[in-house]
């Protein structure tokens, strides 16, 4: 039994490494498209609607996306029936804004694009919920909040999940539009 199994090894191994001429060949791979024209494929026009909760030099954070705010950046305010020209030092936290962006976004956390455009919503709704956003972020002393996903608004009540992302906790809050109360979590 001992030889029949050294002799089956010994096959094997030859089988392995014989020369074997008629062997077919490999079929081609089919050509591969250059990835940048895969990545140029991908990228469409992408719009994000939120606040701003975090100003840098040279980027902003909305909802759960830091933005590149380069210094060619058509920025203006728009309040629903007119635009006028802004510039990059009108920008604060707090603001509702659109921003155009060509996609896809990185995959990091908090994700990333580059801002293409920015829309400063002044309309009367945009303010009061900027307002109140505000409001929280400065009572709680948030200066870095990271929203995530998009607020809600319901029962003149603007809700979102956000974390505070100088200690990564994350919680739920409500806040009132017109006397800017909030509760967080359940309370």
Known sequence: M?????MLASLLLLAACSDDKEAKPAAEEPAKEPE????????????????ITQV???KILVNNIYFAIPEDLKIN?????EQTDAVIGDIRTGMKVNVDYMGPLEQSFPMEAEAESLSI?????SKSQSDALLSFINKEQLSRL???????????????LFSNMENGKMSEVKIDLDTHEYTIGKE
């Open 121 to 125: 919503l002044t309309d009367a709704e």
């Open 36 to 51: 940048q024209e895969v990545a140029a494929e991908q990228q469409q026009e992408m719009t994000e609607e939120g606040f």
């Open 146 to 160: 990271l929203m995530l996903g998009q607020p809600i608004v319901r029962d003149n009540k603007i809700g979102f």
């Open 77 to 81: 305010f728009d309040n629903g029936t």
């Open 2 to 6: 001992k030889k029949f199994g050294l």
């Open 56 to 58: 840098t030099t040279d």
